[in-house]
């Protein structure tokens, strides 16, 4: 009987325990959920906020305006779908150009509160992370839904599904991102991918990286060329110093997409200022432009000898990059090879999403069409950083008498 009374209050308590264990596992994922749509409003709030006073301070500034501060606030959260690439309908078109310097913003702004959310909830694997990121990037695509609403204005029309789809690839990527990073996890999501793959997609971000900073460097040494006439037109769309620091900050957030588009310049594409106006290495076909500073470092002739060899060190330099990451596997000569293939496919495949991400159009008319081509690119960088990374991969392996 002792024994009998024994065993049910055994099995009682393990009852109980696992009721616990379940009601304490269900609380902790809704509070995930719960605290990821704080997060997500926070991260949009913030990032709303921030545009909302800088256009009311241009705004105020600007005695020549005769908008309304509603009007101004609209525009503000306009910026802000447009940094999501949101297209916006406007009178005989549509504006579909995201700022990037912008985009990353923003994007920094959903990882921090993604980081914060995951150290609180204390993940340790990446299942944690991918809860994290959908619990604050699917409330964050809901909300650019509603700025999307919000921003609505009988000239400038957003599009709601489109800001809730864009909303969701930058909250949930942004937040994947800042979730690893924040517990230290990005090591372990990346080891689940098997050796050879891993490596190869490492290698393929490299060399693209390789050549986004020599489109950056580019376009920084184009505009010290250039800076006198950069400045002029600064001066010249007035404004005093408000409308100077205006400028000025609209060029900041733009030229990461100035960079994309050297990237196709230093592969061989070229790229495009509205419909008059393409730039390649050989050749250049000037038609008018608008009046941002910005584009003073377009190139007005085909390029010199120092610009050449520029970019040639710039996709040698990718190559190679690609090349000494795969090597590190101390696969054999073959395989070798072939993976240095893969990694100049993944390097076109990066580059071609990312220009694809900078480009666009400005708008109606002339400006309709801005930016390097993302296919053109994307194979002119497979086929170069292929090319340079088998070579000089074989030439490693052989050397190690593989």
Do not use: K
């Amino acid at each position: 009987m002792t024994e009998l009374l024994t065993r049910t209050t055994t099995s009682s308590r393990l009852g109980d325990d696992e009721r616990g264990l379940s009601d304490g596992h269900g609380s902790v994922l809704s509070s995930v959920w719960a605290r990821g749509v704080v997060s997500a409003l926070w991260a949009a709030a913030v990032g709303c906020a921030v545009l909302v006073v800088v256009v009311l301070i241009a705004w105020a500034a600007d005695s020549r305006s005769a908008a309304s501060a509603a009007s101004a606030i609209r525009t503000a959260l306009q910026m802000w779908l447009a940094a999501h690439r949101v297209p916006m309908q406007v009178e005989g078109g549509t504006i579909v150009l995201a700022p990037l310097g912008l985009t990353l913003g923003l994007g920094w702004l959903v990882a921090r509160a993604a980081a914060v959310l995951a150290r609180g909830q204390q993940v340790e694997d990446p299942r944690g992370v991918g809860v994290v990121a959908l619990a604050v990037g699917v409330p964050y695509g809901v909300v650019a839904t509603f700025v999307a609403a919000a921003a609505h204005s009988s000239q400038v029309r957003p599009a709601p599904a489109v800001a809730l789809i864009d909303g969701l690839l930058l909250g949930i990527s942004a937040a994947a991102w800042g979730a690893a990073r924040g517990v230290g996890l990005v090591r372990a999501c990346w080891s689940a991918l098997p050796p050879a793959v891993g490596r190869t997609a490492v290698a393929g971000l490299c060399a693209s990286g390789v050549l986004v900073t020599g489109g950056l460097l580019l376009v920084v040494a184009a505009l010290g060329a250039h800076a006198a006439s950069a400045w002029s037109g600064v001066n010249a769309l007035g404004g005093g110093a408000v409308g100077a620091a205006a400028v000025v900050a609209l060029d900041l957030v733009l030229v990461p997409n100035a960079a994309l588009a050297a990237v196709g310049y230093l592969s061989g594409p070229g790229f495009a200022v509205g419909d008059a106006t393409t730039v390649s290495i050989g050749s250049v076909h000037n038609g008018p432009l608008p009046a941002l500073p910005l584009l003073a470092a377009v190139p007005r002739s085909p390029a010199g000898v120092v610009v050449e060899v520029l970019v040639l060190a710039t996709v040698v330099g990718a190559g190679i990059a690609a090349a000494v990451i795969v090597a590190r596997l101390g696969e054999r000569l073959l395989r070798t090879m072939l993976l240095a293939l893969a990694s100049g496919a993944v390097a076109g495949v990066v580059v071609a999403a990312l220009v694809a991400i900078a480009g666009g159009s400005a708008g109606p008319g002339r400006m309709s069409a801005i930016g390097a081509s993302p296919w053109q690119t994307g194979l002119a960088v497979a086929a170069e950083v292929a090319v340079v990374a088998c070579g000089a991969a074989g030439a490693m392996t052989w050397q190690r008498g593989r």
